[in-house]
């Protein structure tokens, strides 16, 4: 099981890779099409030779410029979210004093409070100092986790752009390849 989780993680960039090409393939076949009409009527070579980079290159700055428009849509909604919890928590505070005021506590309530509200900091330093190098090793996994994801990400956007540029050969041996052990 160990070797087969550690397989999985080899293989994930180029799967991760494979995915995104799959993606990006189907606004790239469009947009090649399109430089192919456009360019149709030159006679010279060189719109054929640099379609391919300039298309992917297109295709990605759209990709991304749409997920960014998206991120910041999602920002914008998010800024006003954080604008208008001070108001809210202003109205609570006001709220929790008035039933604060209600509720006039005698001495004795106070002190308990006050010893329970001790020995729950007590409790929370007891445990930290019990758990610290769990919570260490916790942290440095999922640091290490963080890493490991955009390193993973990095080599598969990489393996993408490597399909995209060359998936004519790639598919042509990939067929020939089917061919000869079928």
Partial sequence: LALLGFFCNLIMPFIIGGCLAFIVNVPLVHIERLWQKLFARFSSDWPQKIKRPVCLIFTL???????LIGGLKMHQSFNMIVKTLPKASAELTVSLKERWSELALSPDTLDYLQSQWSELLRAVDSYWENNKTTLFY???NITTSLISLVSNIVIGVVFAVYLLLNKETISRQTRNMILAFC
């Fill in 138 to 140: 916790n942290t440095l």
């Fill in 61 to 67: 700055t759209l990709i991304i410029g749409i997920v």
